[in-house]
């Protein structure tokens, strides 16, 4: 193996303190506060919903982020806010100055380390024109280099035609678009033994890609580039029973994708937090390297403490294929060099 790539983390959370500070000043009016749970933590009030995990200190500590960077052997890291804040369920005007608060928040932290960080907005999906608007002031005026969405909106798919405002303004700005899963407001019966998270967040991003695939999002939207979090869920594995459905569906829940779904494979992205080497083997086997990027979901419990590390653990990756899931697939949807 030749000497180190360069490494790019496309998955991780970032909330901080001026972030909490501005809910505690501005947020109440707008359905979100500060509150400390029956447990004692802190947690998050969204439109009435807390949020599933409490602030844990590293979602905040820019001094332990960069330490482990620095130990993990991570360059630049993506700054994604917490899906738990997307506020889906608020009225759009409080939606949008949730959506605003991260985005400025983000932007200033990322704008101070311009060598470390880049940042993902957030958007008020429960109004694609007003988060479509939301993104290009992201985008354009705070230099946002992806957007970062829930799995669904509420209990609406993401292929209904009501969010095709967002998804042209991702086509036109050629941002990736994240879809990673919420922890809001779960049963007693999935959030037991951790399944929610286990379980849930793969199963939720199965569904929102199998949404966008059936229900020809990309057939309007041919340019989008989807990445999906924690490998992709199932749909690598289970990308043939998709596609076998577009076929066999009964006619009231048909589709109206136009070709088989192999054809749009490229629109979509993967992640590599899978905690399991051979599902790695087969996911660079299945996709290709060039759809693969690096992610640790830090720092959240369910991280890769170690990303780097799993990827070298692959020694059926030639030197190409790690520098493209190291750096050159994730640089290339964020527009870095």
């Not at 790019?8 to 901080?16: E, N, P, Q, S, Y």
């Not at 820019?62 to 130990?71: C, H, S, T, Y």
């Not at 599902?279 to 693969?292: P, T």
Request: hydrophobic share 45%.
């Amino acid at each position: 193996m030749s000497a180190r790539p360069r490494c790019l983390d496309i998955h991780a959370h970032h909330v901080g303190q001026p972030l909490v500070d501005r809910i505690n000043a501005e947020g109440e009016k707008h359905g979100v506060k500060i509150v400390k749970g029956e447990d004692g933590a802190t947690r998050i009030s969204v439109g009435g919903r807390l949020t599933g995990m409490p602030l844990i200190p590293p979602l905040n500590d820019e001094a332990a982020r960069l330490k482990w960077m620095d130990e993990a052997g991570i360059d630049v890291q993506l700054l994604a806010g917490w899906m738990d804040l997307a506020g889906y369920h608020l009225p759009t005007e409080a939606g949008q100055w949730l959506a605003r608060a991260q985005n400025e928040t983000l932007a200033e932290m990322a704008s101070r380390r311009l060598d470390r960080y880049a940042a993902a907005a957030a958007v008020p999906l429960q109004d694609a024109a007003a988060a479509a608007g939301e993104l290009r002031h992201a985008v354009k005026t705070l230099g946002h280099r992806a957007v970062q969405i829930g799995a669904r909106v509420e209990e609406e798919g993401l292929d209904a035609p009501q969010y095709d405002a967002f998804w042209s303004a991702a086509q036109e700005l050629n941002v990736p678009v994240i879809i990673h899963p919420a922890d809001l407001a779960v049963p007693p019966r999935i959030r037991r033994l951790f399944l929610h998270i286990l379980v849930g967040n793969p199963s939720e991003t199965t569904f929102a890609a199998a949404a966008l695939l059936l229900g020809g999002v990309f057939d309007r939207f041919p340019q989008l580039r989807v990445l999906l979090v924690h490998g992709g869920g199932c749909v690598p594995y289970q990308f043939g029973r998709i596609d076998r459905g577009r076929i066999t569906a009964p006619p009231f829940a048909k589709g109206s994708v136009k070709n088989p779904l192999g054809q749009y494979a490229n629109n979509l992205y993967y992640d590599t937090v899978l905690h399991d080497d051979e599902a790695f083997r087969y996911l660079i086997e299945r996709v290709g390297a060039g759809q693969v990027a690096l992610g640790s979901d830090y720092p959240f419990p369910l991280r890769d403490p170690d990303p780097v590390k799993f990827i070298n653990k692959n020694k059926e990756m030639d030197d190409a294929a790690r520098r493209a899931v190291c750096w050159d697939t994730g640089a290339a949807l964020l527009g870095l060099k």
